[in-house]
């Protein structure tokens, strides 16, 4: 089982920037991040395949998020700009060999890292 280790969450002002990153022990199909808000449930945002030749977003993310990786380092990273005070969550980096999609079954997961956006 690959081991998930997120880093890079903070807090911020809405408009602001944050960039995600999650150290993986060993390499996959797909990764992806998801994120939890209190009271909701874990919500796909973004996902890659190991050979970046296909990413997808969730709707609510798109223009302003941009998943990418490094395979020599066998790092996930999530570029968030413009962030609202809605995208405040548990942020989630997640790998799977399964099917690459941005619902939650299938993947293994990290720890999780907290963003919070201010208004």
């Given amino acids: 089982q690959v081991q998930l280790v997120e880093s890079g969450g903070g807090s911020v002002q809405a408009g602001g920037s944050l960039r995600l990153s999650c150290a993986a022990s060993g390499r996959t199909s797909c990764m992806a991040w998801f ?10 945002v973004a996902a890659i395949r190991f050979d970046s030749s296909a990413t997808i977003y969730t709707d609510s993310v798109k223009g302003r998020f941009t998943i990418s990786q490094d395979n020599a380092k066998n790092t996930l990273y999530l570029q968030m700009n413009s962030l609202k005070p809605e995208d405040t969550a548990m942020y989630y980096c997640a790998a799977t060999n399964g099917y690459c999609w941005l619902r939650p079954q299938g993947y293994f997961w990290g720890q999780g890292t907290q963003v919070t956006v201010s208004s």
Avoid: N, S, T, V
Wanted: proline share 10%; no cysteine; aromatic share 0%.
């Fill in 35 to 44: 994120r939890q808000a209190p009271g909701k449930e874990r919500e796909g």
